[in-house]
Every structure is written in structure tokens, then in C-alpha cells.
């Protein structure tokens, strides 16, 4: 075991990872010599090389699309956008042919590839610097869309993803990558893909978030614990293919359920786990299902970041009137 932030986490995974199959390339802005923005490929080229490690010029939809020409000739990339709110303009490569190469081939071909980015708010960046857009990766068939919310986490999943035949989003909560430490595993590991983690388990309420929102969620439950309300925590780690199961099972042991993300409200993941609930285990609910998100704003600049991130006040607050009910 060694105490790692999510960030190095991520670093020794892709350190494993590449040295245990060399058809793995990183290529990205500023991943070589630089060591990433926020140094997650630290080292790596005077490990790999500069064939492996390739330092790209600042054009997304060229560095996706370099990915996707060596998915197809059986390498595996794992690209890094600098920020989530650079996607945008690799969005035709994404939508049009990362996610669609297994269909279009009729199953004969996949498209094995990573792509990383930083996701959320929480560090007072500039503008498209902390956009939450889980949702519209998740709303993509073929993309398999991941957030892992602690460095053990973080390490076991993106493991599992350049493992994956198909293509994975991985998004890096960017309010944790150096927030806290945790005892790792050094060894080569894998957590599923598809499978949520049950972080606490809890009889009154299901308390469901993914990502840097999980440490908000488990800070605003033990408070309500001390009110006598004893919530059961999931950790969903994959926004799609999303794990019900473990949803629904918890929620019809408590009847009750409240879910936290930090996107925007509208159109945000928590209504799909919703409607699902509504659809799977209506009868067995108790009060009306709850969300807290963000604001249907643009992420605003740093003055008003904490005012539109989802405080532990506001989930308190829902865990109480859910409780109420």
C-alpha cells in the first residue's frame, strides 16, 4: 500500500498499465515533458518515450481523432483533454465515430480507447474550466462514462477502462485530484465497470451521488446522523451503463432516496435515476424522490463557485424533508 492523491493515482495506473502492454499510447496536450496541467502523466516519457508519450498541438478534435485512427489500428490511446470544458470541438469525433465504430461495423471492429478529463469545479478556474456534462455523454450509446470519486477508486477504475474493447470517458474529479490521500494498493488491480459501490449502508434514506459530490454526501449524513436519520450511500461510479440494481435494491429498503450532483438541475443525471426509481419501485417509496444539483446557469466565476456548488446545508436540508414526509 502507498498513500496516494487521486492524481498520482491516476499516474501509477497509467504507469502499470504501460508497462504491462505496450500498445498503449498517451497523447494529449502538454502530457510529455509538461506532465499533463495537472502533472496526472508526471514522468511518463522519460519512462515510455516520446512515441508513447505524445505531446499534441492544442487542436481536441485532431487529438481524438489521432485517437481513434490508432484504436482502429490496434493500439490503445488514451487521449487527455485539459479540461472538460475543451471537449466541445471533438464532439463530431465522439458522437459520430468513437461511439459508433461496433454498430457500424456490425460487431466486427471496437473502438478501445480512453479519454481523460478533468471534470467539475471547485478550484476557482476561468471559464470552461469546470463543466459537470456527464449527462451528455451518457445520453451517447457506446460510450461507457466513469467518475471515480477517491484515489483507490480511481486507480482500479481507469485500470478497468484501458481494458475495455470499448471506448471509455474517464471524468477526473478536478476538486479531489490533491484534496486528501488514501492507502493504495500497488499492485495491478481492476474495479467493474457498471458496478456501483455502496460507501455506507443506512436504513432511512438512499442518498445517491458519484464523484467529488460523494465526500459532500458523506459529510452531510454524518450530521444527519446525528439527528437520528441514518442514510445509506452510493457511490455510482459509472454514469452509463448505470448500476440500478444496487439503486433500486437500496431503495426499496428505505423508501426513500435523495440524489446529489453538481451538474446543472435540468436534464441532469439525477432525473434518469429518477424516472427509473418511478418506473421500478414506485410502490415501494415513502416520500417524494429529491434531487440537489447545480443551478441552470453557467458555471460561474470563482466568486460565486461555492454558491452554486451543491452545499452540505442544501443536502441536509433534503435529507430532512425526505425524512419528514
Known amino acids: ?4 492523491t487521486l492524481v498520482k493515482a491516476i499516474n501509477n495506473a497509467l504507469d502499470l498499465a504501460m508497462a504491462k502492454d505496450n500498445r498503449i499510447v498517451i497523447i494529449g496536450e502538454d502530457v510529455g515533458r509538461d506532465g499533463g496541467v495537472f502533472r496526472a502523466t508526471e514522468g511518463l516519457v522519460d519512462k515510455y518515450g516520446e512515441h508513447r508519450v505524445i505531446d499534441s498541438p492544442i487542436a481536441e478534435a485532431g487529438i481524438v481523432g489521432a485517437g481513434i485512427g490508432m484504436a482502429f489500428n490496434g493500439m490503445r490511446p488514451v487521449v487527455e483533454i485539459q479540461f472538460s470544458g475543451f471537449i466541445y470541438p471533438a464532439w463530431q469525433e465522439i458522437v459520430s465515430h468513437v461511439s459508433r465504430y461496433r454498430t457500424r461495423t456490425r460487431g466486427r471492429f471496437t473502438c478501445p480507447m480512453v479519454i481523460r478529463t478533468p471534470n467539475g469545479g471547485g478550484i476557482n478556474a476561468l471559464e470552461h474550466h469546470s463543466e459537470s456534462m456527464e449527462a451528455m455523454y451518457a445520453h451517447i450509446p457506446g ?93 455510482l461510479r459509472t454514469i452509463y451503463p448505470w448500476d440500478r ?18 451538474a446543472t438541475r435540468t436534464a441532469g443525471f439525477a432525473a434518469e435515476i429518477i424516472a427509473t426509481i418511478n418506473e421500478k419501485a414506485l410502490l415501494d417509496l415513502k416520500a417524494p424522490l429529491a434531487r440537489v444539483t447545480g443551478y441552470d446557469i453557467v458555471f460561474p466565476l470563482y466568486r460565486n463557485e461555492k454558491r452554486h456548488l451543491p452545499s452540505v446545508d442544501r443536502v441536509i436540508d433534503a435529507i430532512e424533508t425526505t425524512a419528514r414526509f
Open 143 to 235: 460510450i461507457i462514462t466513469v467518475t471515480p470519486s477517491t484515489p483507490k477508486e480511481a486507480k482500479g477504475l481507469l485500470l478497468a477502462a484501458l481494458e475495455s474493447p470499448d471506448p471509455v470517458l474517464f471524468l477526473e474529479p478536478i476538486k479531489i485530484y490533491r484534496a486528501f490521500k488514501e492507502d493504495v494498493p500497488d499492485e495491478y488491480y481492476t474495479i467493474p465497470l457498471g458496478k456501483a459501490r455502496l460507501v455506507k449502508e443506512g436504513s432511512d434514506i438512499t442518498l445517491v451521488s458519484w464523484g467529488a459530490m460523494v465526500h459532500t454526501a458523506l459529510e452531510a449524513v454524518r450530521e444527519a446522523e446525528r439527528k437520528g436519520i441514518h442514510c445509506e450511500v452510493i457511490d
Open 245 to 262: 440494481e444496487t439503486v433500486l435494491a437500496s431503495v426499496r429498503k428505505t423508501g426513500r432516496c435523495v440524489i446529489l450532483h453538481e
Open 1 to 4: 500500500m502507498t498513500e496516494m
